[in-house]
């Protein structure tokens, strides 16, 4: 059996990057991005010997990272080499719904040897990502995802400044197959698909990177876990929090970030030669406990033996002028998150029909909106553009969910998210049993999805979508 690095080595036209991971640019050559998913066996982290069957765009985990220019027009040629169905979701980009990737709302699934062509404008600059979109508990599980860079039009940190990582856990048998088959009902209930493998990047907990001592760093983290929320101690960090979700922010110093699915979080940071900083984990779940009895480290970073640049300067990020919603005039529409393992919930609409609690168990559907299963016949709303809206969700569950809409970025105007207030973002983590309100401007035409990003709480009910009609 080889190793991932020996695989990479042998097989991978990736370009050999600071960080390990492929990259794409979409102002090179014809400007068009080629992306294939595949079925390949390979082990999930750096140094292991065990092959676990992954699903990958163009063999590699994570997937090549995309980057592009805000204003740029995309274009990827995407091909499904895999036996199922699949798509591909261009996350926290407001994109034209054609090209948003989701099947049953804004495009057919792409079929086992079909080709689909994404073709889009991203209109902001930030740190985003793409994943499967089809039987996403399972196909992001398995590896279908990568990070898409919009960079400022002028570049703020030079390109060899800048880092992406990328966190996952995987739950996976001593053997390297998936434990459970995906067909784990009892955790789709509750907490969804808890990992027992951290990766970052593909390499394992505590994996150290040298940086260029006294220069100014900007760290882009995503996670793109099923179901885990990172809890990570920045605080040894020495850095400012630049951006969530993409979009720039005040900086401002944090000790710890909560990180949920789909969330993203950019950093500035610099290091002295020689310094070594870590990220910890502050949950306390992740691995065991260092020899000097603290917690454990997720990743870190050592300066290099370079002489510092006094004359450097810590790059700030402009920030995106979103129209802000009119909070008097908007459409207050009510959401009701219910069901999950501790449920009282006796009866749903699923697929149209009345169903009860024992059915709705055998179907899986075990999460409701509004007392309704997974996908509606209608919208749960319909305005025209322009029209500002406020999501009142009462999380009525025992477990906390992040809630993701699709086309566009949101401001939370009432309740705890564990984020700042004034920031525009596309995924927000709503606690258990508690209120939260979100409210944007519906500016982007099309059917877009609102759905919980604890991918199985999605599939088994957790979605809905609304319409922004012209
Ligand atoms: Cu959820």
Redesign the pocket.
């Known amino acids: 059996m080889i190793t991932k690095r020996e695989f990479l080595k042998a097989g991978s036209a990736a370009l050999a990057l600071p960080f390990g991971m492929g990259l794409l640019l979409s102002h090179a050559a014809d400007g068009v991005i080629e992306l294939r998913a595949q079925a390949v066996e390979m082990p999930v982290t750096s140094g292991s010997s065990v092959a676990s069957p992954l699903w990958l765009y163009n063999g590699e985990t994570p997937g090549p990272e995309i980057r592009v220019r805000q204003g740029d027009r995309v274009r990827v040629r995407f091909f499904n080499d895999l036996k199922v169905p699949t798509s591909i979701h261009w996350h926290g980009i407001r994109i034209d719904n054609a090209m948003d990737g989701v099947p049953g709302l804004t495009q057919k699934p792409v079929l086992p040897g079909e080709r689909f062509d994404y073709d889009f404008i991203v209109p902001d600059a930030g740190t985003f990502w793409y994943h499967a979109h089809f039987d996403g508990f399972q196909q992001v599980a398995r590896g279908l995802y990568g990070a898409l860079i919009v960079e400022e039009s002028d570049a703020v940190f030079a390109p060899d400044r800048e880092i992406t990582l990328i966190l996952d856990d995987w739950w996976i048998e001593q053997d390297g197959s998936f434990a459970d088959g995906f067909e784990d009902y009892l955790q789709g209930k509750q907490g969804?698909r808890i990992g027992n493998v951290i990766t970052i990047n593909g390499e394992s907990l505590d994996s150290s990177r040298t940086v260029k001592a006294g220069a100014w760093h900007r760290l882009r983290l995503i996670n793109a876990a099923n179901?885990r929320i990172f809890h990570l101690d920045v605080s040894q960090l020495a850095g400012r929090l630049l951006a969530l979700d993409g979009f720039a922010i005040e900086p401002r110093e944090i000790d710890e970030l909560v990180l949920a699915p789909a969330q993203r979080a950019d950093f500035s940071f610099r290091l002295e030669a020689g310094q070594r900083t870590s990220v910890l984990d502050a949950s306390g779940t992740l691995g065991k406990p260092n020899d000097n009895g603290g917690s454990t480290t997720v990743f870190c970073f050592e300066g290099d033996a370079a002489g510092t640049n006094p004359n450097n300067v810590e790059p700030t990020l402009r920030k995106a002028i979103l129209p802000d919603p009119n909070l008097d005039k908007a459409l207050r529409v009510p959401l009701l998150?219910q069901g999950?393992s501790l449920s009282s919930v006796q009866k749903a609409v699923y697929a149209g029909a009345i169903r009860t609690r024992e059915q709705l168990n055998e179907e899986q559907q075990v999460?409701t909106f509004n007392g309704i299963a997974n996908l509606p016949k209608e919208p749960l709303f319909s305005v025209p553009v322009g029209t500002s809206v406020i999501i009142e969700m009462q999380n009525k569950?025992g477990?906390?969910?992040?809630?993701h809409v699709h086309g566009h970025h949101f401001k939370v105007i009432k309740g705890n998210s564990s984020r700042p207030s004034d920031v525009w973002q596309d995924t927000v983590l709503?606690g258990r049993m508690s209120d939260l309100q979100i409210a944007f401007v519906a500016d982007n035409p099309g059917k877009w999805l609102l759905?919980?990003?604890?991918l199985?709480?999605?599939v088994s009910g957790?979605r809905t979508w609304f319409e922004v009609t012209t």
């Open positions: 969804g179901a998150m999950g999460w569950t477990w906390q969910h992040p809630m709503v759905h919980c990003h604890l199985q709480h999605a957790m």
